[in-house]
């Protein structure tokens, strides 16, 4: 059975970092793209990194602008496990984080319901 397994979460402050990583099984990064998105309570679903080798993905790292140039989404197929390395994080960072399978598709990244319980960050200022 496929499963994404989310960790890494915690609390930091403002301007710090934190890396998730996102372990997957019976899943590969060879037929399907991999991302992350977050849920931040009272707020709507925000898509946000995708890292997608598809020939029809015109980036192979796509980001949302929220997250573009202080997060960073990377794989290590050995270890089965997707990583997003945030930097320079931000209160408006908080939120329970969720990998996903993920697709560009129609012009668009297309990103998947969540298959774990997520793991939550907490940005103090």
């Known amino acids: 059975e496929a499963q994404l397994v989310e960790s890494g979460g915690g609390s930091v402050q403002a301007g710090g970092s934190l890396t998730l990583s996102c372990q997957f099984f019976?899943?590969?990064?060879?037929?399907?793209?991999l991302g992350w998105f977050r849920q931040a309570p009272k707020k709507e679903r925000e898509d946000f990194a995708c890292?997608?080798?598809?020939?029809?993905?015109?980036?192979?790292?796509y980001y949302a602008d929220s997250v573009k140039g202080r997060f960073t989404i990377s794989s290590d197929s050995a270890k089965n496990t997707t990583y997003l390395q945030m930097n320079g994080l931000k209160v408006e960072d908080t939120a329970v984080y969720y990998c996903?399978?993920?697709?560009?598709?129609?012009?668009?990244?297309?990103?998947?319901?969540?298959w774990g319980q997520g793991t939550p960050v907490t940005v103090s200022s």
């Open positions: 996903a399978p993920c697709s560009f598709y129609n012009n668009n990244y297309i990103f998947g319901r969540a």
């Open positions: 019976e899943f590969s990064l060879d037929d399907y793209g």
């Open positions: 890292l997608d080798r598809s020939p029809d993905s015109p980036d192979s790292a």
